[in-house]
């Protein structure tokens, strides 16, 4: 942006310096007319000085007198006439500043302020689209209790750990049922400032969600009165990168779409070199996306916000898919993650693991866990729908007690260039159950364990004993790779097994599935040998189907009356 400025101000002055001094053709022209008119009236003046013949001494006196008189005369009118073609000239200058900026090749002043503001704009965009960002509430107040119980200290403390994670930008929600409205309150802007100040402080810039928790679209002129009000501090500050006007929007709801279509217009006109953006939820995703581009031909937004929470085995088709629904507009993922109520804290970190990767190799840069922190008991405003949902409490990279989950390891990986492989899929099994990412299938059928008896390599294996099954289906543990999967490509999985009086159906296999989770089939490996064998290598090479956008690998055992162990597994 300096740089801009820099040029911007050479160009100027070029410019007041172009306008000041005109160039010398054109004051050649008015010179010589001027000289003409002095050369007549000389010529004018000395004809009418011509006396008579002169006949007597006094007479000739009297001539020179009258001659001397002439000349003097003539001078005097001659200086007269130099004066006035230098008021000429003047004149004519003044004529040329005038007309000199209607050339095209000397833009006036307000054309230059547009361009600087479109600068403005494309590098706050740009900002905006690369932003390592993480969506945050402090761990005791979330949501609307962020600014009702406004905490600087926590707060400054809960940067300063966001920066050490990698982070470079911060989203918050600002309600406008706590800030108060249409005229948001002195002491709530107050907080506001604050808080982009301690995140500046810490290196990180800000992301403003306004209008959650909302549905007020029948007083436009209120809500726009409301955003000019917060905005307008910052509508040339660094520190700000974008807005989004309302978080997770609705473009089924035509009062939602009303209200958005004039807030937009409203909002450029006070920020206008401030990106806006809407988000979609998860349900809503890609046919949402393009409904909103759709429906805001008139008035577009800048770039648009996906909130992924869907399948992360599909996470690379379904961001795919949102960006064909907004291109040429750009995408970013505002929010993703998985809640550890329900799921393993290992889970969650692979979740995190497979849509960074699958954003990566769509091309979206920025990509916000949401969110920095669980919350504790009693942190979610009581009012709210959110406080009665479990799942929402176990959101956080970070537990409420400020101690570090395993996808806190993935999204610093994530951000700081590190690659994201099958290394945090615990292939050896040698995590802590309650941090693996492997999931059982059939669990009533056979439930895998944990094994220290009989172990290839490492200190854990994982065994089956006493399996039945469910129709043509077996019970299994699964999981899938970080990398994207894409139709034509070669996939290898391999495994060690060993068993002790095995029966029925062991073995593992690539279980593939399309966008919309429909199976495609499956290739699986040869069986482990009936009775008791020794560590023995089960492979499955295969090309994914026309379709598919995920893989699982199964480790299975069904119908076995005796043991069977697994260990050392890859998948690439």
Wanted: no cysteine.
């Amino acid at each position: 942006m300096r740089t801009a400025r820099k040029h911007a101000a050479i160009l100027l002055s070029s410019l007041m310096l172009a306008l000041a001094v005109p160039a010398p053709e054109a004051f050649a022209a008015p010179r010589h007319s001027s000289t003409h008119k002095a050369s007549a009236s000389s010529k004018a003046t000395a004809k009418k000085a011509t006396p008579k013949k002169a006949t007597s001494k006094k007479a000739a006196a009297k001539k020179a007198a009258a001659k001397k008189a002439a000349a003097k005369k003539a001078a005097a009118k001659k200086a007269s006439s130099k004066k006035a073609t230098a008021k000429k000239a003047t004149t004519k200058k003044v004529t040329v500043k005038k007309v000199t900026p209607k050339s095209s090749a000397l833009p006036k002043t307000p054309v230059k302020s547009a361009a600087v503001q479109s600068s403005a704009l494309k590098s706050r965009l740009a900002a905006t689209l690369a932003a390592k960002t993480i969506n945050y509430y402090p761990s005791n107040a979330g949501w609307s209790a962020m600014w009702t119980k406004f905490d600087a200290t926590r707060i400054d403390a809960d940067m300063a750990k966001a920066a050490e994670l990698g982070a470079d930008n911060v989203r918050v929600i600002v309600f406008p049922q706590s800030f108060g409205f249409p005229q948001p309150k002195a002491e709530y802007t107050e907080r506001l400032r604050k808080f982009v100040s301690i995140a500046d402080a810490h290196g990180l810039t800000v992301k403003f969600t306004l209008f959650d928790w909302w549905a007020g679209y029948q007083d436009a002129a209120g809500s726009a009165a409301w955003t000019k009000a917060v905005l307008a501090p910052y509508a040339n500050d660094r520190r700000v990168l974008s807005v989004e006007l309302k978080n997770e929007f609705q473009p089924s709801d035509a009062a939602a779409v009303a209200w958005v279509r004039k807030l937009i217009p409203a909002v450029r006109s006070a920020v206008p070199n401030m990106p806006l953006t809407l988000s979609v939820d998860g349900g809503t995703g890609a046919p949402g996306l393009a409904r909103i581009k759709a429906s805001l031909t008139s008035t577009p937004l800048d770039f648009y916000d996906y909130h992924f929470y869907g399948n992360s085995e599909r996470a690379h088709a379904e961001i795919r898919r949102a960006q064909a629904a907004v291109s040429p507009s750009p995408l970013i993922i505002g929010e993703t993650g998985l809640s550890t109520v329900g799921h393993s804290e290992g889970e969650q970190a692979v979740f995190l693991g497979r849509v960074f990767e699958a954003a990566r190799t769509a091309g979206v840069k920025s990509v916000a866990p949401w969110t920095l922190y669980d919350f504790g008991q009693g942190a979610i405003p009581s009012n709210s729908q959110v406080s009665q949902m479990p799942a929402q409490y176990r959101f956080g990279l970070y537990r409420a007690d400020g101690s570090a989950k395993p996808a806190v390891s993935v999204v610093r990986t994530a951000w700081t260039g590190g690659k994201l492989g099958n290394g945090i899929l615990d292939l050896g099994f040698e995590s802590n159950p309650a941090a693996s990412p492997w999931r059982p299938y059939l669990a009533d059928e056979g439930v895998a364990l944990r094994a220290t008896d009989a172990v290839r390599t490492g200190s854990f294996s994982v065994r089956f004993r006493g399996t039945h099954r469910s129709g043509a289906n077996v019970p299994s543990i699964r999981t899938s790779p970080i990398a994207p999967v894409t139709a034509g490509a070669r996939w290898h999985a391999e495994a060690w097994a060993r068993g002790v009086d095995v029966t029925g159906t062991n073995e593992i296999a690539l279980s593939w599935f399309d966008i919309n989770d429909r199976w495609l089939g499956q290739t699986s490996s040869k069986q482990v040998a009936k009775g008791t064998s020794g560590w023995t290598k089960l492979t499955v090479d295969a090309v994914a189907p026309a379709g598919a956008t995920s893989v699982q690998l199964h480790l299975k055992s069904g119908d076995n009356t005796g043991t069977v162990w697994f260990d050392d597994v890859s998948l690439s």
